[in-house]
């Protein structure tokens, strides 16, 4: 016993740095079986619901009246894109809130903090080390996704990444996957609690937006096109659906959601007890 | 290295109206073992918690070092911390959550299990600490207070939840360590438990220090001191002693307790009377009682009762200093 504790047992610099902070939250984040699970339900829903809903579009072909088939011919991105994002964002979702409020829920937070108390610091390394993995499996997934739409269409569509604005839509669901990861993560770091922050995500992503669709007018259509994951969504649209933000307008204004909630987090995590 | 390892100033915590921690004034001297006791809910683990700047103080400072705990440099190098509160993700192996803890400081992989050798969860290295005993988890917390190489150490109850063998482990580590330089700071409300272990402690009762002192000088001054006596002449003994004050309590085997009176003055008494003595020996008032006074005071000072006798009970607070 005495022996192991007059071993020196460190060889480092004696420098905190950022580095640092960002191997131990990846080890963190890769050590736990709901990472795993959560990018699995991911790539399975995507890549499974887009070769369902697309294969589903050829099998009907011949049902569907003359007016869908040529909107789905003029702009089929947005189905290919949509059908396997509707569901798999949720386990984006589902992840982002679990690795703030895992935190809190197993007290893991007090050995955080006694390791890394800078605050911000932790949070940020923490954001950077989650995002990153949600956008290289975002991207990866949507041209996967977008590949295989296109060959299950091809008999009856015709889509190609040179037509104009493709190329950014299918880049633009990576990106929207990394935003959405950030947003619940900040949700999660707000409410602190698992099931509370899954549920405001929830409400938020897949509720809000229809509810606004009963708003009457153009104010339902003004409050829709700024929700977060509504505008969000507008990077993956060809043809914008209204005409109040472009793509990348919309992208912005999700941005800058998540980037307000963020800083909220970030200010009661700096002020609030542990 | 710094005169004082953790310096406590005025140090102020309020829950809303409760106030968990009350003007609170100490330090922790290098080099020894400080036992922190007090009984439960008196606001010991929210002053680690403050130390370790894991709370915000209403009103104070607390410094390790001459500096706030956030301000440390890798701080696990300073400090190494077990809090009593679970603090590990229980689907995540012991290795890897002390993986975790070594990359942020900068420590290597090899010493994770110099450390899991040492507190004997090498085995189970690789296994979720969700299967954890009570005593494992303790293992693991000391595993990760012992990572990377502290000079102090602050423990919140560590004997918690170990069995008889764990805490004379736990005992024997605390000494070693105190005997190789490192300031250990423990906190407990097991009395008996700090006076096997202990060299000074800090009491505190409902936030406020009620001594902080020397473990000698701190049963010295709180515990009456008795005087175990053995005679064939018991009963002339008893009345002698009587004569000159001493307050005598027979005990089933014959032998006498005797208070109030030094054993040096209770053989004079003998001699004189012509009595023989078999044994004369003082008894040491142990931590527990000690610290029994200090409550009762405690209690006795905020809600005193009728009709109790209004002898001897220290105001809190006679003790601090």
Same mark, same amino acid.
């Given at each position: 016993?005495?022996?192991?504790?007059?071993?020196?047992?460190?060889?480092?610099?004696?420098?905190?740095?950022?580095?640092?902070?960002?191997?131990?939250?990846?080890?963190?984040?890769?050590?736990?079986?709901?990472?795993?699970?959560?990018?699995?339900?991911?790539?399975?829903?995507?890549?499974?619901?887009?070769?369902?809903?697309?294969?589903?579009?050829?099998?009907?072909?011949?049902?569907?009246?003359?007016?869908?088939?040529?909107?789905?011919?003029?702009?089929?991105?947005?189905?290919?894109?949509?059908?396997?994002?509707?569901?798999?964002?949720?386990?984006?979702? @589902? /992840?982002?809130? &679990?690795?703030?409020?895992?935190?809190? =829920?197993? *007290?893991?937070?007090? $050995?955080?903090? %006694?390791?890394?108390?800078?605050?911000?610091?932790?949070?940020?390394?923490?954001?950077?080390?989650?995002?990153?993995?949600?956008?290289?499996?975002?991207?990866?997934?949507?041209?996967?996704?977008?590949?295989?739409?296109?060959?299950?269409?091809?008999?009856?569509?015709?889509?190609?990444?040179?037509?104009?604005?493709?190329?950014?839509?299918?880049?633009?669901?990576?990106?929207?996957?990394?935003?959405?990861?950030?947003?619940?993560?900040?949700?999660?770091?707000?409410?602190?609690?698992?099931?509370?922050?899954?549920?405001?995500?929830?409400?938020?992503?897949? @509720? /809000?937006?229809? &509810?606004?669709?009963?708003?009457?007018? =153009?104010? *339902?259509?003004?409050? $829709?096109?700024? %929700?977060?994951?509504?505008?969000?969504?507008?990077?993956?649209?060809?043809?914008?659906?209204?005409?109040?933000?472009?793509?990348?307008?919309?992208?912005?204004?999700?941005?800058?959601?998540?980037?307000?909630?963020?800083?909220?987090?970030?200010?009661?995590?700096?002020?609030?007890?542990? | 290295?710094?005169?004082?390892?953790?310096?406590?100033?005025?140090?102020?915590?309020?829950?809303?109206?409760?106030?968990?921690?009350?003007?609170?004034?100490?330090?922790?001297?290098?080099?020894?073992?400080?036992?922190?006791?007090?009984?439960?809910?008196?606001?010991?683990?929210?002053?680690?918690?403050?130390?370790?700047?894991?709370?915000?103080?209403?009103?104070?400072?607390?410094?390790?070092?001459?500096?706030?705990?956030?301000?440390?440099?890798?701080?696990?190098?300073?400090?190494?911390?077990?809090?009593?509160?679970?603090?590990?993700?229980?689907?995540?192996?012991?290795?890897?959550?002390?993986?975790?803890?070594?990359?942020?400081?900068?420590?290597?992989?090899?010493?994770?299990?110099?450390?899991?050798?040492?507190?004997?969860?090498?085995?189970?290295?690789?296994?979720?600490?969700?299967?954890?005993?009570?005593?494992?988890?303790?293992?693991?917390?000391?595993?990760?207070?012992?990572?990377?190489?502290?000079?102090?150490?602050?423990?919140?109850?560590?004997?918690?939840?170990?069995?008889?063998?764990?805490?004379?482990?736990?005992?024997?580590?605390?000494?070693?360590?105190?005997?190789?330089?490192?300031?250990?700071?423990?906190?407990?409300?097991?009395?008996?438990?700090?006076?096997?272990?202990?060299?000074?402690?800090?009491?505190?009762?409902?936030?406020?220090?009620?001594?902080?002192?020397?473990?000698?000088?701190?049963?010295?001054?709180?515990?009456?001191?008795?005087?175990?006596?053995?005679?064939?002449?018991?009963?002339?003994?008893?009345?002698?002693?009587?004569?000159?004050?001493?307050?005598?309590?027979?005990?089933?085997?014959?032998?006498?307790?005797?208070?109030?009176?030094?054993?040096?003055?209770?053989?004079?008494?003998?001699?004189?009377?012509?009595?023989?003595?078999?044994?004369?020996?003082?008894?040491?008032?142990?931590?527990?009682?000690?610290?029994?006074?200090?409550?009762?005071?405690?209690?006795?000072?905020?809600?005193?009762?009728?009709?109790?006798?209004?002898?001897?009970?220290?105001?809190?607070?006679?003790?601090?200093?």
């Amino acid at each position: 016993m005495t022996d192991v504790l007059n071993r020196p047992a460190t060889t480092g610099t004696g420098h905190a740095n950022f580095g640092r902070l960002m191997t131990g939250e990846w080890t963190k984040l890769r050590t736990v079986r709901s990472t795993v699970y959560s990018f699995a339900a991911l790539i399975v829903s995507v890549i499974g619901f887009t070769a369902l809903f697309t294969f589903l579009t050829v099998q009907q072909w011949s049902q569907m009246n003359a007016g869908d088939r040529a909107q789905a011919q003029l702009d089929p991105v947005p189905q290919i894109l949509g059908s396997g994002l509707f569901l798999g964002q949720l386990a984006i979702c @589902v /992840l982002g809130v &679990l690795v703030a409020t895992s935190e809190y =829920s197993t *007290g893991m937070i007090r $050995s955080t903090l %006694l390791a890394s108390p800078h605050r911000l610091r932790t949070l940020a390394a923490k954001c950077v080390v989650f995002t990153i993995p949600v956008l290289v499996v975002g991207e990866v997934l949507s041209f996967a996704s977008y590949s295989i739409g296109k060959a299950i269409l091809s008999s009856k569509i015709h889509t190609s990444l040179s037509d104009p604005h493709v190329t950014r839509a299918v880049v633009g669901e990576g990106l929207y996957l990394g935003v959405l990861g950030l947003f619940a993560l900040a949700i999660g770091q707000l409410i602190r609690h698992t099931a509370g922050a899954i549920t405001t995500v929830i409400a938020l992503v897949l @509720v /809000l937006v229809p &509810l606004a669709g009963l708003l009457p007018g =153009s104010i *339902g259509k003004h409050v $829709s096109a700024y %929700l977060p994951t509504n505008a969000g969504q507008q990077i993956m649209q060809i043809f914008p659906k209204d005409q109040i933000l472009t793509a990348w307008q919309g992208f912005g204004v999700f941005a800058l959601w998540t980037a307000v909630l963020l800083a909220l987090a970030s200010w009661l995590l700096v002020r609030q007890d542990a | 290295m710094g005169a004082r390892m953790i310096e406590v100033k005025q140090l102020v915590k309020r829950y809303g109206d409760t106030t968990a921690v009350d003007h609170l004034s100490f330090t922790v001297e290098p080099g020894r073992i400080t036992g922190f006791l007090g009984p439960n809910g008196a606001g010991k683990s929210t002053t680690m918690r403050l130390i370790l700047g894991l709370d915000r103080p209403t009103g104070g400072t607390a410094l390790i070092d001459g500096k706030a705990y956030k301000d440390l440099t890798d701080p696990l190098r300073s400090v190494g911390a077990l809090l009593e509160a679970r603090a590990v993700h229980p689907g995540r192996t012991a290795f890897n959550h002390l993986l975790y803890l070594a990359q942020t400081q900068g420590v290597p992989k090899s010493r994770i299990y110099e450390v899991l050798d040492l507190v004997g969860l090498r085995e189970v290295a690789k296994k979720r600490t969700k299967g954890f005993s009570l005593g494992m988890g303790q293992r693991l917390g000391i595993a990760a207070a012992l990572l990377c190489d502290p000079r102090l150490l602050i423990l919140d109850e560590p004997v918690n939840g170990l069995d008889p063998e764990g805490i004379v482990w736990i005992r024997n580590l605390m000494k070693t360590l105190a005997e190789q330089g490192r300031t250990v700071f423990v906190s407990s409300h097991l009395m008996n438990e700090m006076a096997v272990t202990a060299d000074h402690v800090v009491v505190i009762g409902r936030g406020r220090l009620i001594a902080d002192t020397s473990m000698e000088e701190f049963i010295a001054r709180y515990s009456e001191n008795t005087v175990l006596v053995r005679s064939p002449q018991a009963g002339k003994l008893a009345e002698s002693l009587r004569a000159v004050g001493a307050q005598i309590t027979d005990r089933p085997d014959g032998s006498l307790l005797v208070n109030g009176t030094e054993a040096a003055a209770i053989g004079e008494v003998a001699a004189a009377n012509g009595i023989v003595l078999h044994e004369l020996s003082p008894q040491h008032g142990s931590l527990e009682e000690a610290f029994m006074e200090l409550t009762k005071a405690d209690v006795q000072f905020h809600a005193p009762t009728p009709g109790a006798p209004g002898d001897a009970v220290p105001a809190v607070g006679e003790g601090a200093r």
